[in-house]
Every structure is written in structure tokens, then in C-alpha cells.
């Protein structure tokens, strides 16, 4: 428990700083490597409920960000390019939510409990 308790404030005290240093190197080229690399390791951690429950989230999240930039950028002005932009939107919105759904009901977690719940 010790040593747990040791990892779980260097874990709180390193992402900080490791969101600082990346916001350092906004602008440069291919900084989102290192935040990919980060976010792959901590995904291999996860085991596989959690792993497609992550994986349906970030595709939402990273479609919401793709419409959000994609709102302000000159293209979606036009008639057609807003209308793309919400067909795409809308698509990946469904597809996290699907897979949502289907991570929520694939089995996972402890499994069924023994009669008399021990």
C-alpha cells in the first residue's frame, strides 16, 4: 500500500508537468507525438472493458474537436461545407455511440457474483 500510495503522487505531480512542457512546445512541429505515445502506455493499462470504453470516448472527443475546428475554419461558410461539417459530426457521434454501447454491454468487470454476494 506504501508503494502504491508513493506511485499515485509521482503519477499526480508528473502529468502536470508533463502538460506544461507540452504546452511549451505547441506550436512545434509534431508535438502531439510525445502526448500520443503518453496516452498509448496509459491505454495498454486499462485491460479491455475499460480499453473500448476509452476508445469510444476518444473517437467522440477527437470528431467534436475535428467539427469544432472545422465550424471556424473559411470552408464551413458555405452552405456545403456546413452541411459537411455536420454530416461528419453526426456520423462520428453515432459511431462512438455505438460502440459505446456495445463496450457496455460486452461482458467485463468481476463477472457474475456468487450466490450470498461473497
Do not use: C, H, Y
Not at 94 to 101: H, K, L
Amino acid at each position: 500500500m506504501r508503494e502504491w500510495t508513493k506511485s499515485i503522487f509521482s503519477l499526480s505531480l508528473a502529468l502536470p508537468l508533463f502538460g506544461l512542457r507540452q504546452l511549451t512546445k505547441l506550436a512545434a512541429p509534431g508535438g502531439a507525438a510525445e502526448l500520443d505515445t503518453v496516452t498509448a502506455a496509459a491505454r495498454e493499462q486499462l485491460g479491455d472493458f475499460l480499453k473500448r470504453n476509452f476508445d469510444a470516448g476518444d473517437r467522440l472527443q477527437r470528431g467534436l474537436v475535428d467539427t469544432m475546428f472545422n465550424l471556424v475554419s473559411g470552408d464551413s461558410w458555405s452552405a456545403s461545407g456546413a452541411l459537411r461539417a455536420t454530416q461528419q459530426a453526426a456520423e462520428r457521434m453515432a459511431d462512438a455511440m455505438g460502440q459505446a454501447g456495445q463496450a457496455a454491454t460486452r461482458p467485463g468487470g468481476w463477472g457474475p457474483m456468487p450466490p450470498g454476494g461473497g
